[in-house]
């Protein structure tokens, strides 16, 4: 049998890394439909309460990157088990928090704690798993990350309804507990030696200034007009310097805190930007689509949470199929196949109108989730198998911090494309809304013998109806040339599966894990 890097019970091990994965990725989306009420309890302006997803993003990105490194100090035993109890004691706190300031401060210690958890789950499952069971690997760590999204809204809205929420933190703790109890009773490492490198100090200092102001940035910048901002200009640049340098520097380090070398690695490499596209479409395409429910539809969160669970449930029967038979395909058509499957679901989204009943909204996010469930596996496959064994949780960190960064990018940009695409349509349509247009007087007619009867004053209230039917109008043609631009985008995609070769039938070596 093949020598792993880690031993004990495989089906524990699963169960730990799932559960852990699923805690964490849960608690991004949970989070999101309790803003409005973590407003109302604190009294807090708009602009701010949005400091409640950005600590948490934050922490997140600069952690991330240098999971590898960790675990080769540490031990993925010691710091799997430690980072879900930092997880689950700023969970608790955040639950208690009595104040903004307070709540920020307790979500980036869990962002911390969350940045570790879900690349550090996908390198023990691919190191727990012999080479041959790597799709199922895969599979496995897929299923616990798309669980958190799907169950997000839903549980959200159940928990704000029937408690309040201070709920959505508490969650985590019975989960969390189960998950490191899990993980520190199954999971073993025989003849691990801890890394004894120096720390590369520059190199930590540069990522962290450069990540975290790169994240404010993306965070904040539309908010705060991007660069009419002079905390954006000078953040931006901050980023820019910091992130260039720290590039620079860990190419040219013996002992970087995150080796860049394995972008050397083609099919890595391309892979990585794929796993980037995938984020700045899949979270911008949810951002979009969960905005036109609410504005457009006048969907409750419940309902939306309902849509993209009924939408998106199909991922949890595909991807242990394709992690049980996947390796009888060339994972590069099963991955050409996915991306023509999201591509085919984006454009569903680009023909939107205020008529489409609930299984027209549905299907989009059903084609969108059947498609990801053909590219999560493979993807993973491709990217991490081949790789040296050392060479694995640093990767898995960099690619898990693609995603990522394409996800917080893509929904910047689509914000700042909407809001502008909505002044453009609004102006477009108002200059053939006229009251020397024929069809406007014909409208405004029969708005009058119709509605206008109810009205005391039926001309004012039948020319702001009107006017609410533009603003509408606008704002569906802008979210609809929104959906274009990511289907364009996202197309290109496809370019890069040509770059990927097949993973080798024999696997890279496990020997010098650490």
Request: aromatic share 10%; hydrophobic share 50%; charged share 15%.
């Amino acid at each position: 049998m093949e020598q792993t890097l880690i031993t004990g019970s495989k089906r524990g091990i699963t169960i730990a890394a799932m559960a852990a994965a699923m805690m964490a990725i849960l608690d991004i989306s949970i989070v999101n439909v309790a803003i409005s009420d973590i407003r109302a309890a604190f009294g807090t302006p708009i602009d701010q309460i949005a400091w409640v997803s950005t600590g948490y993003m934050m922490a997140n990105v600069v952690v991330i990157p240098i999971t590898g490194w960790l675990q080769r100090r540490f031990g993925f035993k010691r710091y799997f088990t430690v980072s879900i109890g930092i997880f689950i004691v700023a969970s608790a706190l955040c639950g208690l928090a009595w104040n903004l300031p307070s709540l920020v401060a307790f979500r980036i210690l869990q962002g911390m704690g969350g940045g570790a958890i879900i690349p550090t789950a996908q390198s023990i499952l691919f190191a727990r798993y012999p080479r041959q069971e790597h799709g199922m690997a895969g599979a496995m760590f897929g299923l616990g990350a798309v669980t958190g999204p799907l169950l997000g809204p839903t549980l959200g809205g159940y928990l704000i309804d029937i408690a309040s929420w201070h709920w959505i933190f508490f969650i985590n703790l019975p989960i969390g507990i189960f998950a490191a109890a899990m993980a520190w009773r199954h999971i073993d490492e025989p003849g691990f030696k801890a890394e004894t490198t120096p720390i590369d100090r520059w190199g930590l200092t540069l990522l962290a200034i450069g990540m975290a102001s790169l994240q404010f940035v993306l965070e904040e910048g539309n908010r705060d007009d991007w660069f009419q901002s002079t905390t954006i200009v000078i953040l931006s640049a901050i980023a820019f310097v910091s992130l260039i340098t720290f590039a620079v520097h860990e190419l040219e380090v013996k002992n970087p805190i995150v080796d860049l070398r394995v972008f050397a690695n083609r099919s890595y490499a391309a892979a990585t930007g794929i796993n980037f596209m995938i984020g700045i479409a899949l979270f911008s395409a949810t951002f979009l689509y969960a905005l036109y429910c609410g504005a457009i539809m006048h969907y409750r969160a419940l309902d939306i949470g309902e849509l993209f669970l009924k939408g998106s449930c199909i991922q949890i029967l595909i991807m242990p199929l394709i992690g049980r038979f996947g390796h009888k395909f060339d994972g590069r058509y099963l991955l050409a196949f996915g991306i023509s499957m999201l591509i085919g679901g984006l454009y569903m989204n680009t023909k939107l109108s205020n008529q489409s009943d609930f299984t027209q909204m549905v299907m989009p996010i059903f084609i969108r989730s059947l498609g990801l469930g053909f590219v999560f596996v493979p993807l993973s496959l491709i990217a991490l198998s081949d790789l040296p064994a050392h060479q694995r949780g640093n990767a898995a960190g960099l690619f898990n911090l693609t995603r990522e960064l394409g996800g917080s990018i893509g929904t910047a940009w689509m914000s700042t494309l909407l809001s502008r695409a909505q002044t453009r349509e609004y102006a477009y349509i108002s200059e053939s809304v006229t009251r020397y247009s024929e069809a406007t007087r014909q409208r405004l007619e029969m708005m009058q013998h119709g509605i206008g009867t109810k009205l005391l004053d039926s001309e004012t209230g039948v020319l702001a109806l009107l006017r609410l039917k533009v603003t509408e109008q606008s704002l569906i043609k802008a979210f609809n040339t929104n959906f274009v631009i990511i289907t364009l985008a996202f197309t290109a995609t496809l370019m890069l599966v040509f770059l990927l070769r097949r993973p080798s039938q024999g696997g890279a070596p496990v020997h010098d894990a650490h």
